[in-house]
T-cell receptor, first 111, second 112 residues
């Protein structure tokens, strides 16, 4: 059974810092990995999608990497801003349709 | 551009009452559609998915059912709600299998 773990559960950093969020998964037989952002009481916003054959994807200040063999992904956020405060979720796609989610990292950027 | 709608946004229902949550997608044809539930302390879990009209697959045995009466409409239902059905219900869509999934704004359900 696929399990996705995100560490840390919560992170608080001052504005302007670069930071890394971690995601690990137990079964490397995945089709892709997605990083999402969730604001309190809201739906999920897709940030980055990495296909299983890819090593990384970049969008603006965000960079996500994937090491499928070791079951790890990282989300790097450069020059953090207060507006980046949210819960970040990673999810792996297994069985073609099913996203398996981690519990998320709650990020707070302090002005 | 594609848009996904869910309603209602918030719902409070008594135990034993029926449920109907609706999800519609605009701006795309033949999407794959999904229902997820986010419960406190349990993370996000896939409940149902559909690859076409009338085609429903269930991931978790439960008190809920899903239907897809039209290409871009996905409905989550229950005949009798349980306390454990409380949670945040999210609908999602993708263009094709294996592709990126996009989520709606969600429905917050509280069963009392």
């Amino acid at each position: 059974k696929q399990e996705v773990t995100q560490i840390p559960a919560a992170l608080s950093v001052p504005e302007g810092e670069n930071l890394v969020l971690n995601c690990s998964f137990t079964d490397s037989a995945i089709y892709n990995l997605q990083w999402f952002r969730q604001d309190p009481g809201k739906g999920l916003t897709s940030l980055l999608l990495i296909q299983s054959s890819q090593r990384e994807q970049t969008s603006g200040r965000l960079n996500a990497s994937l090491d499928k063999s070791s079951g790890r992904s990282t989300l790097y956020i450069a020059a953090s801003q207060p507006g980046d405060s949210a819960t970040y979720l990673c999810a792996v796609l297994e069985g073609a349709q099913k996203l398996v989610f981690g519990q998320g990292t709650r990020l707070t950027i302090n002005p | 551009s594609q848009t996904i709608h869910q309603w209602p946004a918030t719902l409070v229902q008594p135990v034993g009452s029926p449920l109907s949550l609706e999800c519609t997608v605009e701006g795309t044809s033949n999407p794959n559609l999904y229902w997820y539930r986010q419960a406190a302390g349990r993370g996000l879990q896939l409940l149902f998915y559909s690859v076409g009209i009338g085609q429903i697959s269930s991931e978790v045995p439960q008190n809920l059912s899903a239907s897809r009466p039209q290409d871009r409409q996905f409905i989550l239902s229950s005949k009798k709600l349980l306390l454990s059905d409380s949670g945040f219900y999210l609908c999602a869509w993708s263009v094709l299998t294996y592709n990126e999934q996009f989520f709606g704004p969600g429905t917050r359900l509280t069963v009392l």
